[in-house]
C-alpha cells in the first residue's frame, strides 16, 4: 500500500506545486486567513470530503475514515503568512501589498492538501481514521494551535505527525529529534518611566533614555550568570522606543523583547529575575516601571517512541539521501500544545533551493518546491505504516 501512495503522490506533484503557488500568490496574515480557509473548505467540499470549518477561528479539520479498523492518525499544517513584502523575482511572487508566505505554510497546505486527496483515493484498502488539520495563525501568539485543540481537533486522536518545509537544510535531508526540538517563546513589554526635561538641564531630569540603556545591559547577563550553563536561553531585546526632539531628556521608555526556553524551571527564573533587575535598575536611577510578561507557545517536545518511529521510516522514502539528527532551535512553534495533549514527533524536511539561500521570515524567501513531495511521503508513510 505505501508503494501506492507514494506513486499517486508522485503523479499530484505538478498539483501540489500549483496549490502551493496560488497560495504564495494569495497570502494572508495570522487571524485574519478567510480565504485560504475557503480555498481549502472549497477542496475538500470537491472532493466529498467531510470536513469542519471554523475550528477554533479560521482553522479547517478533514476527516477520512477507512474501511478497516484501526488508529487515528492526525497530520497538521499551518496556513497563515506574514505581514512582510514579497521582493522575490519569481512568477508566482505575492499580489498582496506587505503580505507574503515568508516561511513555507503556503507548502505545508498544499503538501497536506494532496496527501489527504490521495489517501482518501486509497481508503477502502486502508485501516483506520485520517485526521488533516489545517492550523491558522501558527505565526502571531497566542496561536490557532490551542483554540483548535479547545475546539476539539484532537477528539479521538492516537498520534499526531507534523514537519516544516526548511529552506537552510539541503534538499533530501530529514532532521528529527525525540525530546525538546523548539523552544518557548514568551514575550515582555517594559515601560520606564522618569522625568522628562531640558537637554540642557540633565540635572533637574530622571533620563528614562540613560535607565533603559543601562538596563538592557543588565538584562544580558541574565542568561550568562544566572542560568545553569548546562541549560539554554535566550533573552533578546527587539524594541527601543522614546520618540523626543533632540533636546528634550525622555520622559519615558517602551522596551520589548523575547524569552526563548525549553526547562520550565529555566522559564519561571527567566520571568522571576527579569523582574527583579528591572526593579533594581529603576530603584537605583529613582525611576517607575511597568512590567509584563507573556507567555507564548510551549517548547516542542517530541515524544521518543513516535521520533524513533519517524526516523525509521524517513531512511526508506525515495528521495531523502539523509536522515540527521536536528540540533536545538530557539524558535518557536505552537504544535507544542498538540504534543501535550497526544504522542506524536515535529520533524524538518530540508528544502534548501538552488542558488542563493534566504532565511525564514526574509522578504526574498523561498523553498525547493521538490520538498512538499519528500514531506507528503514521509507523512503519509508515517500516518498508515503507524496502523501495524
Known amino acids: 500500500m505505501t508503494e501506492e501512495l507514494l506513486s499517486k503522490l508522485e503523479n499530484s506533484f505538478n498539483d501540489m506545486v500549483s496549490i502551493r503557488r496560488y497560495l504564495h500568490m494569495h497570502p494572508e496574515v495570522s487571524f485574519q486567513e478567510t480565504k485560504t480557509a475557503k480555498y481549502i473548505q472549497d477542496f475538500y467540499t470537491e472532493l466529498g ?6 475550528v477554533g477561528g479560521n482553522g479547517v479539520v478533514a476527516r477520512v475514515k477507512c474501511a ?15 505581514p512582510i513584502q514579497d521582493e522575490k523575482d519569481v512568477p508566482y511572487k505575492s499580489t498582496v501589498a506587505g503580505v507574503m508566505h515568508a516561511c513555507g505554510h503556503d507548502g505545508h497546505t498544499a503538501t497536506l492538501l494532496i496527501l489527504a486527496r490521495s489517501i482518501n483515493e486509497l481508503k477502502d484498502q486502508l485501516s483506520g481514521e485520517f485526521v488533516f488539520i489545517h492550523q491558522h495563525a501558527e505565526e502571531y501568539a497566542p496561536g490557532g494551535a490551542k483554540p483548535m485543540i479547545d475546539a476539539g481537533c484532537l477528539e479521538g486522536v492516537d498520534v499526531i505527525f507534523g514537519t516544516h518545509l526548511w529552506s537552510l537544510t539541503p534538499l533530501g535531508t530529514i532532521e528529527y529529534k525525540s525530546g525538546p ?48 550553563p548546562t541549560e539554554a536561553a535566550v533573552l533578546s531585546v527587539g524594541s527601543f522606543v522614546a520618540e523626543n526632539a ?21 522559564r519561571d527564573l527567566m520571568e522571576n529575575e527579569l523582574e527583579r533587575v528591572i526593579k533594581g535598575t529603576c530603584l537605583t536611577a529613582d525611576c517607575t516601571y511597568s512590567f509584563n510578561f507573556d507567555r507564548g507557545y510551549p517548547p ?22 539523509k536522515v540527521q539528527e536536528s540540533e536545538l ?6 504544535f507544542g500544545y498538540y504534543l ?11 528544502a534548501m533551493p538552488q542558488g542563493e539561500v534566504f532565511p525564514h521570515h526574509s522578504p526574498k524567501f ?7 513531495l519528500i514531506a507528503a511521503k514521509t507523512l503519509g508513510t508515517a500516518a498508515i505504516n503507524y496502523q501495524k
Do not use: C, Y
Not at 523561498?366 to 512538499?372: G, K, L, N, T, V
Open 49 to 54: 470530503i467531510p470536513f469542519q470549518a471554523n
Open 68 to 82: 478497516l479498523p484501526g488508529k487515528t492518525v492526525a497530520l497538521r499544517a499551518d496556513f497563515d503568512a506574514l
Open 181 to 228: 526540538i523548539m523552544a518557548a517563546a514568551d514575550r515582555f513589554h517594559i515601560t520606564i518611566q522618569g522625568r522628562g526635561g531640558h537637554g540642557a538641564n540633565p540635572h533637574q531630569a530622571k533620563d528614562a533614555i540613560l535607565v533603559a540603556s543601562q538596563l538592557v545591559v543588565n538584562l544580558q547577563q541574565l542568561v550568562s550568570r544566572r542560568v545553569n
Open 246 to 266: 533632540f533636546n528634550i531628556i525622555a520622559d519615558s521608555v517602551k522596551l520589548a523583547g523575547t524569552v526563548r526556553t525549553f526547562n520550565a524551571e529555566v
Open 300 to 321: 516542542v517536545i517530541n515524544h521518543k517512541s513516535e521520533t524513533e518511529f519517524l526516523a525509521s521510516i524517513a531512511n526508506e522514502i525515495p528521495g531523502v539521501e
Open 329 to 334: 532551535l530557539m524558535i518557536g512553534e505552537d
Open 340 to 350: 501535550e495533549n497526544i504522542p506524536g514527533t515535529f520533524f524538518f524536511t530540508g
Open 366 to 372: 523561498d523553498f525547493d518546491e521538490r520538498a512538499m
